[in-house]
């Protein structure tokens, strides 16, 4: 499942309605990300995140269902968020519903791994004076 959404998660709520789904799910395996107030030795104040939201929605649908099939995950769960967000908020969250704990740690790893690299999603932070776009 993958949703793309400005709005903020509550994590529990959304492994449960997965979760209850399912009766021989042994592991989830989450990746929470954040904004966090420094990178690169830069106050960062906010982040603003673009998103070519129909090609992402293909394109994260393609590394979610490559996981799932490769490591036998009963679901596969991606939200991230666009727009302007602030320190310490919610960016993303992968989570992966296995039978094993093995196949759910590295298949999050996988979809995260995806994400940080090759999604079509652009970062803007911005700093007390100025701004920057990172590159993936």
């Known amino acids: 499942m993958i949703k793309i959404q400005k709005k903020d998660f509550i994590i529990e709520n959304e492994i449960n ?8 799910i042994g592991a989830v395996s989450t990746f929470i990300g954040y904004v966090r107030n420094i990178n690169n030795n ?11 939201k129909e090609m992402a929605m ?12 490769k490591w036998s995950l009963n679901e596969a769960l991606v939200i991230h968020r666009h727009g302007k967000l602030f320190i310490n908020e919610k960016i993303v969250l992968v989570a992966t519903f296995s039978m094993h704990r093995k196949d759910s740690f590295n298949s ?14 652009w970062k803007k932070e911005n700093y007390n004076n100025d701004s920057e776009w990172l590159i993936n």
Request: charged share 35%; hydrophobic share 35%; with cysteine.
């Open 17 to 24: 309605k997965i979760k209850k789904n399912y009766n021989d």
């Open 108 to 121: 999050c790893k996988y979809i995260m791994d995806y994400l940080k690299k090759d999604a079509p999603f």
């Open 58 to 69: 293909k394109e994260l649908g393609k590394a979610c269902n490559f996981a799932i099939n």
């Open 42 to 52: 830069k106050k960062v104040k906010s982040i603003n995140l673009e998103v070519y």
